[in-house]
């Protein structure tokens, strides 16, 4: 049998969980609180079916051709007037559109890592952006986080070296944990950036899912020192499937950026962003966003009461004020895998937290999805996963 010869940083990389999370969602009969999606009705398929429509009559041709790998120009100039309103003020040379802003990872960890540099993140963080930062190479060191997010002195403690490169945080609703980092962090951490050589990569496609008080806006608000890379998404806002979001980066990153995706896949699709575009510019945005929020708030509130109603009492978790995400806590010297395995009898899927951790830990937890079950689901599914609960803990 033929042997590949992989790099030596895929190779270490299995993907797994990726696959045993797509394979269980696909699942007929089993309720998932695994994945971290839109559900399939709310997305705007018929809205963007006339848009598409549209798009081809108003952009003709051209939207067949290819197109430049900074975005399309109309777009990136929504995306300037829309970042302002958020506090962030940013001229058309310092947005990129990017393909999901996973890629947005993927090009600053392109533009940024040399094998072996560091990037320091929280734990646990994003799967997918260890992911990608452990293909190009990177080892990684950890801030200290709270219920307010990461600790911005804990970063003072981190031994200075020439190779840390990144500070990669998911601001508001992290995913797994939920957790939103505080205003005064916000401020504080940009004005760290230049002493510790590092640049900021907020990513943040969880923003504008605001269930409960005001929006704590972007820490590219803060960003005096131009040290701060901003990563925006419509995945979970308009539809994942489109693959569209951006990154707003000083000029001298951005044509970095730029030279990184002329290498991934030359530009987004010209379509996909024409969509977006005119589904934006059309005033359709602000709507589907209150209805988006109204359906989360009501799952989120669901899900927390049945859960109330039905987990053992040793078991505890957060209440996020937005997101997608709820983050659970098993007994100590419980794991969420032996308890995955039990409720996959029972038809009832989550994610375990551990793969969110890098190099081990957080094996009693796990992270449950509201978004995408419907009510039905939500009471059905959290109450059989009560249920088995309280045999593996018994
Ligand atoms: C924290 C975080 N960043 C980035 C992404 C990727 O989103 P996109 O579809 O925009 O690539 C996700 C998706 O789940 C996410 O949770």
Redesign the pocket.
Known sequence: LFQPEMSQNIANMSGQVIRDILKLTQQPDVISFAG?MPPTDALPHEALREISGLAFEKYGREVLQYGTSEGFLPLREFIVKWMAKKGVKAELEEVIVTS????G?DLMAKAFLNQDDRVIMEKPT?L??IQIFQLYGASFLFGDSDENGIVPSSLQQISKHSTNKLLYL?PNFQ?PTGVTLSQDRRKELPGMMAELKLVLVE?D?YGDLVYDGNHNGPIKAHDQDQRVVYLG?F?KIIS?GLRV?FAVAPEAIIEKLVIGKQSSDVHTCNLAQAMIYEFCAGGLLEPHLESLKNQYRKKRDLMLEVMDRHFPRSVSWNKPGGGLFIWVQLPAGKTAQGLLKEAVKEKVAFITGECFYVGGGGSNTLRLNFSNASSAQIEEGISRLGKVMHTYLA
């Not at 999901?100 to 890629?103: A, H, T």
């Open positions: 971290g999901g802003s996973q890629q990872i994003y997918t952006a998911v995913n990513d496609p998404s995945s994942p979001g």
